[in-house]
């Protein structure tokens, strides 16, 4: 399970201070981003089949995310370290269960979700501090519980820092990541990567896997 750290104080005050402005960039997001919308849906599926476990949004900001992956019939709950995201998410989604935490102490049992996304939330953590997020995400997993990815690619260079507009973040080798996973016991199922629309700056990566 993954430790407090200051960094997550950080961000989690970086994001409150413009919690209204974000929401407002992010709401309606996928809606034209259909790439990243297949991703979401191959989880989704994948997710239903294996049988009625529940699925955690980790990182879910205002909840815009979670309330799509319960329109494809999951049973979602989100999480975050923002209580700004999650006051949003609540008004927004009252039907939704959010609640204020970190995506390395889920409140669940062992094996109690059959599926986890990390959507864009990951890449705030520094690089040596991940192994144990992606520990915790493989505790609260069934085995053959789904886990996904969405995060900033660097494109075959080491893990890049850059200037994120809210607070700093990391660009990951769609390979390391994997490679990374496969440590804290996944198997990868699909991988999509993207290159960026006109107003975004890196190549968007996507990682599905596999509980072990």
């Given at each position: 399970?993954?430790?407090?750290?200051?960094?997550?104080?950080?961000?989690?005050?970086?994001y409150?201070?413009v919690?209204?402005?974000?929401?407002d960039?992010?709401?309606?997001?996928?809606?034209?981003?259909p790439?990243?919308?297949a991703?979401?849906?191959?989880?989704?599926?994948?997710?239903?089949?294996a049988?009625?476990?529940?699925?955690?949004?980790?990182?879910?900001?205002p909840?815009?995310?979670?309330?799509?992956l319960?329109?494809?019939?999951?049973d979602?709950?989100?999480?975050d370290l923002?209580?700004?995201?999650?006051d949003?998410a609540?008004?927004?989604?009252?039907?939704?269960?959010f609640?204020v935490?970190s995506?390395?102490?889920?409140?669940v049992?062992d094996?109690?979700?059959?599926?986890?996304?990390?959507?864009y939330?990951?890449?705030h953590?520094?690089?040596?501090?991940?192994?144990?997020?992606?520990?915790?995400?493989?505790?609260v997993?069934a085995?053959?519980?789904?886990l996904?990815?969405?995060?900033?690619?660097?494109?075959?260079?080491p893990?890049?820092?850059?200037?994120?507009k809210?607070?700093p973040a990391?660009?990951?080798p769609?390979?390391?990541l994997a490679g990374?996973a496969?440590k804290e016991?996944?198997?990868e199922v699909?991988?999509?990567?993207?290159?960026?629309?006109t107003?975004?700056?890196?190549?968007?990566g996507h990682?599905?896997?596999?509980?072990?």
């Amino acid at each position: 399970m993954a430790e407090s750290s200051p960094y997550l104080t950080a961000t989690a005050d970086a994001y409150d201070a413009v919690a209204d402005l974000y929401t407002d960039l992010v709401r309606n997001s996928l809606d034209r981003l259909p790439l990243d919308r297949a991703i979401i849906a191959a989880f989704a599926e994948l997710v239903r089949a294996a049988g009625p476990r529940p699925v955690a949004d980790a990182g879910c900001g205002p909840g815009y995310l979670t309330a799509h992956l319960r329109d494809l019939g999951l049973d979602v709950f989100g999480v975050d370290l923002t209580p700004a995201f999650i006051d949003i998410a609540r008004e927004d989604h009252p039907d939704l269960r959010f609640e204020v935490g970190s995506m390395g102490a889920i409140d669940v049992a062992d094996g109690e979700l059959g599926g986890l996304i990390s959507w864009y939330s990951a890449i705030h953590i520094p690089p040596p501090e991940l192994p144990p997020y992606l520990a915790e995400f493989r505790r609260v997993l069934a085995p053959g519980g789904h886990l996904l990815l969405g995060f900033f690619e660097s494109e075959g260079d080491p893990v890049l820092p850059f200037d994120h507009k809210v607070t700093p973040a990391y660009r990951w080798p769609i390979d390391d990541l994997a490679g990374l996973a496969g440590k804290e016991g996944f198997a990868e199922v699909a991988r999509m990567s993207r290159e960026p629309l006109t107003d975004e700056r890196f190549r968007r990566g996507h990682l599905l896997m596999r509980a072990l």
